[in-house]
């Protein structure tokens, strides 16, 4: 899904270092980011994020490092000499300015006819879903629709790059998943290369085209939603994304690790034999038993002929589409997994708290990592 | 996320400014010089002055050992605090119950109770001391109230003072208590604590900082005021006066430059006292807090309505002896009323036309000052980068604050009137005058400015940014419409305060531009008592009609733009 990553890249980062006083904030990033993609910058709060933002956009320029758009170097540039369009968490809309004043902030000031001006508000508050709101202030609408004149106020002088800075964090869940869509839907329509900045990972995932995850100043992987999710490259990114079950292990091979005396064989890895490593393994990865010949997400058995364990069912909690299902047993040497199962499942299985079962970890789904030295 | 030394490939960014950089930068720079002509170079030339002698030769510290072995003059050290500690204990007492029955009560009439109490600051500060003279002085009305003590000397500076403060003192300690969190008092009653230990351990707490504060204003006030010592102080010499004197009197500029040095220093410490106590203040302050709402209590409201009503009184009845005074005919042989004393034109003190040239001076400070201190506020609060000059603005802007306005008045004689100053030439004219006032109250509208901008989303200029709207265009569309209350507070501040100053204008005035509050002090001095007391109504009744229409403006205002103030 990613775009063509041969061509020359729109917006070109190259080791871009920020430091506040002595304070590192973002140290040695580069990134390249092609026309017309949607990347989404995601990582924990305070990790750099908005930092990087502003640096693109040139409110507050790095310390060191290059950036290029379009092939122009922009570095150094004010934010008035480049070329972008920006939303801001608070939107950051002229309350004493209309709807249509708002929006056509940026046009009024090109000295484009009024006529001209007077279209492209309307047609642009048609692209955003607001045709009829251009005499309201922005006190009078709601936090999504302001979030949405927000857009087409940047979005007004069709910039060559939009940069969003936590744009949907403000509003309640609901409205927020409905305008995720939308923005995707203009973003795709109109072509516009953009950035997103999010901690909401559900965000992420579904919006963007790659995913840029940074951790404390530095980029820990970047890579489609789908990548980053079944190829984590750091146990970072492990457990950031989605649900991961985590046992502490011995390295025993380069493809199988311990568990007290418990051997379960994983995917290929690196890390020296006889080390202390950490095993992971997503929730809806584990197989129960007795299903038949099938996973429970439709992969066949014969692909997951993994290391085999007795458990025993402790707590169910249920989400909804399926059960969550804590597992514990004494092959486990104390630790705990979470198992999803679907809710079709459980009722084959007659799956309860206290139930004896086994069940299978796919090799091809078991990551190992070394063990972080904080833990 | 460390402090470690990374690798770097090549050199530091070098970020090129933008021409609202550039513009900015142009800003703060001039206000920088501004601040620097009016405020930093005088008082240079006042310390120097109190170091030479009467032929500008520098000769250390002698004028101060000269000061301090002349009883007659460094006694006024004495008096000064004496006056100003015992004025600040009453004020600050009278205007803590008041302001507690203003917000922890539910007695009736709280908005009234509250305008009245702002009176006082409508009138020049000379105004409660004539009125005491009709009330207490040799020919008084009620004179034996004081027992046979004169109202000429601490008692009747002490009692103008406690006037004149009351509203200042007020408007803090309002603010200080009706930020109260309603919960903290919910979790005293629902522990049985007894309402005098709740007074102790939460409401006293709780306003602490608000009390210092108060506290320290008052005796600043106090200490630096000239107009009530110079009317109604007699023999009793205090600091301010001891300038005038020097300055006027004797016309030893030296020694007068001593003296304000001396007044610097108990001015200054009580500015810094207070800028600690307002940081520590903002902190304080919770944003989950809910306001604290009293419960009707009769006993309670009915004593709080007694003492309001009875201070309201006082203050009514000393701003109505002032009116009554000025239109008897002769006081006390002929009562009948009429405007014979407001006919300035018989008088010292430059007629009616001083009355216009105050009207004059305080409409250009109004306008010029608020367009000084908006944009120079503006441009320190959204520059970027630039931090040593924003900070040094910074500093200068809050600096007026602590120079008392007779220091500020003889420092711009020393300066201004310096024959090497290339900008002598307006020494005597109005202009001068309109910028010390500007200077003189430049702080609380900085301050007031600073208040409204921090409020406006900080990303305002980054989004004018991205859409390459310049700075200016911004400032006056969306900065400018978005403050103009507070943009409206700080031109009606420097208005009533350039009707109503003494202590600035004193030592620059000329024949051409002699301004109503000095004419009354004038009038007084050479015995027109009653046109004095008509002159400062005048005034009162001028800064009266300008408040009332600065209320109408705001609430026209209001109406126009509630579409789109959220509320
Ligand atoms: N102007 C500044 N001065 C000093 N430190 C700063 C400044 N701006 C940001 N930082 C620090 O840099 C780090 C990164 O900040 P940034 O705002 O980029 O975080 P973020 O990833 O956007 O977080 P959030 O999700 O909370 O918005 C933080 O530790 C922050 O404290
Ligand atoms: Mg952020």
């Known amino acids: 899904m990613t775009s063509n990553q041969t061509a020359q890249p729109y917006l070109k980062i190259e080791h871009l270092t920020k430091r506040f006083g002595s304070f590192t904030a973002l140290n040695d990033v580069s990134l390249d980011i092609s026309e017309g993609e949607f990347v989404c910058f995601l990582g924990p709060s305070g990790c750099g994020k908005t930092t990087l933002l502003r640096a693109i956009a040139g409110l507050d320029i790095q310390t060191f490092g290059t950036l290029l758009q379009g092939g122009r170097d922009i570095s150094g540039l004010p934010a008035a000499e480049r070329d972008f369009g920006i939303v801001f968490q608070s939107y950051a809309l002229f309350p004493n300015l209309n709807v249509e004043k708002n929006v056509s902030y940026g046009l009024v000031n090109k000295k484009t006819p009024r006529a001209q001006i007077k279209t492209r508000v309307a047609e642009l508050l048609e692209l955003v879903g607001l045709p009829d709101q251009g005499r309201k202030y922005p006190a009078q609408l709601s936090g999504g629709q302001q979030q949405r004149v ?61 995913i840029v995850l940074i951790n404390e100043g530095v980029i820990e992987q970047v890579g489609s939603p789908t990548q980053m999710y079944r190829e984590p490259r750091t146990l970072f990114v492990a457990d950031f994304i989605g649900a991961m079950n985590q046992l502490p292990c011995q390295i025993t091979s380069d493809r199988a690790v311990k568990i007290g005396n418990l051997e379960i064989a994983c995917r290929t890895h690196e890390l020296p034999i006889g080390s202390n490593g950490v095993l992971t393994i997503r929730p809806e990865d584990i197989v129960p038993r007795g299903l038949g010949g099938e996973g429970q997400n439709g992969r066949p058995d014969t692909a997951a002929a993994g290391a085999s364990i007795d458990v025993t069912v402790g707590e169910m909690e249920f989400l909804g589409s399926f059960w969550r299902a804590e597992l514990s047993g004494a092959s486990l040497a104390g630790n705990k997994l979470e198992a999803d199962v679907s809710i079709n499942a459980v009722q084959r299985m007659d799956l309860a708290p206290g139930k004896n079962i086994t069940i299978e970890l796919p090799v091809e789904r078991v990551t190992v990592f070394a063990k972080p030295a904080a833990l | 996320m460390s402090d470690q030394a990374v690798p770097v490939s090549g050199a530091e960014v070098k970020s090129k400014l933008s021409s609202d950089d550039w513009i900015m930068r142009g800003f703060i720079v001039a206000v920088g010089l501004w601040m620097v002509l009016t405020v930093l170079l005088p008082l240079y030339f006042m310390l120097s002055k109190s170091m030479q002698d009467h032929d500008g030769n520098f000769i250390g510290l002698t004028n101060f050992t000269t000061y301090f072995s002349t009883p007659a003059l460094f006694y006024s050290i004495n008096n000064s605090f004496f006056i100003a500690i015992v004025s600040t204990i009453i004020t600050v007492s009278l205007a803590f119950t008041y302001a507690y029955a203003l917000t922890r009560s539910q007695m009736w009439g709280k908005g009234l109770f509250k305008t009245i109490a702002l009176l006082p600051l409508l009138a020049p500060s000379l105004l409660p001391a004539i009125s005491f003279v009709y009330f207490f002085g040799n020919q008084g009305i009620i004179k034996g109230l004081l027992g046979g003590h004169t109202i000429y000397g601490p008692i009747g500076i002490i009692m103008g003072e406690v006037f004149y403060t009351l509203p200042h003192a007020m408007m803090i300690l309002v603010v200080a208590l009706s930020t109260a969190d309603a919960r903290i008092y919910e979790a005293a009653v629902s522990l049985r604590t007894s309402t005098l230990r709740t007074f102790f351990t939460v409401t006293l707490p709780g306003i602490k900082y608000g009390l210092i504060s108060a506290i320290f204003v008052v005796f600043t006030l106090v200490i630096t005021d000239f107009g009530i010592p110079k009317i109604i102080g007699g023999k009793f010499n205090v600091l301010a006066v001891d300038i005038y004197k020097q300055v006027i009197g004797q016309q030893n500029f030296e020694m007068g430059a001593v003296v304000s040095v001396v007044l610097l220093f108990p001015a200054i410490a009580a500015f810094i006292v207070d800028r600690i106590v307002q940081r520590k203040q903002v902190a304080a302050l919770t944003s989950g807090a809910v306001p604290y709402a009293p419960k009707p209590n009769r006993l309670f409201d009915g004593l709080m309505l007694a003492y309001c009503a009875a201070i309201a009184f006082i203050i009514l009845s000393i701003l109505g002896m002032a009116i009554y005074a000025s239109l008897v005919k002769f006081w006390p042989y002929n009562l009948t009323l009429g405007f014979s004393n407001y006919d300035f034109e018989l008088m010292d003190g430059g007629g009616w036309s001083s009355f216009s040239n105050s009207l004059r001076m305080a409409l250009y400070t109004a306008i010029f000052g608020t367009i000084i201190v908006f944009t120079g506020a503006y441009m320190v609060e959204k520059a970027k980068g630039f931090g040593v000059a924003r900070g040094a603005v910074q500093f200068l802007a809050i600096l007026p604050m602590a120079v008392p306005g007779m220091v500020l008045g003889l420092a711009y004689i020393f300066f201004f009137n310096h024959p090497d100053n290339p900008l002598n030439g307006i020494y005597g004219t109005m202009t001068i005058l309109v910028i010390v006032t500007i200077t003189h109250f430049y702080t609380v509208s900085h301050l007031t400015a600073m208040t409204a901008l921090k409020q406006m989303d900080p990303e305002f200029e980054s989004v004018s940014a991205s859409l390459k709207v310049p ?88 109406k126009r733009t509630q579409a789109w103030r959220v509320r």
Do not use: W
């Open chain 2, 471 to 558: 700075v200016h265009r911004t400032f006056l569309r969306v900065t400018v419409p978005v403050c103009l209350p507070a943009i409206l507070d700080i031109s009606i501040y420097l208005f009533v305060n350039a009707m109503t100053t003494v202590s600035a204008v004193i030592f620059l005035y000329s024949t051409d531009t002699s301004l109503a509050s000095v004419a009354a002090l004038n009038m007084d001095d050479a015995g027109d008592i009653a046109p004095a007391a008509a002159m400062c109504v005048t005034i009162l009744f001028a800064c009266g009609g300008v408040r009332i229409l600065h209320v109408l403006l705001t609430m026209g205002l209001h």
């Open chain 1, 150 to 210: 927000a857009l087409a106020r940047a979005l007004a002088t069709s910039p060559g790059l939009l940069l969003l800075d936590e744009p949907l964090s403000a509003l309640d869940a609901k409205v927020r998943t409905y305008l995720r869509h939308e923005i995707k839907h203009l973003q795709r329509r109109l072509g516009v290369t953009t950035i997103m900045v999010t901690h909401d990972q559900e965000e992420a995932l579904t919006m963007a085209d790659r």
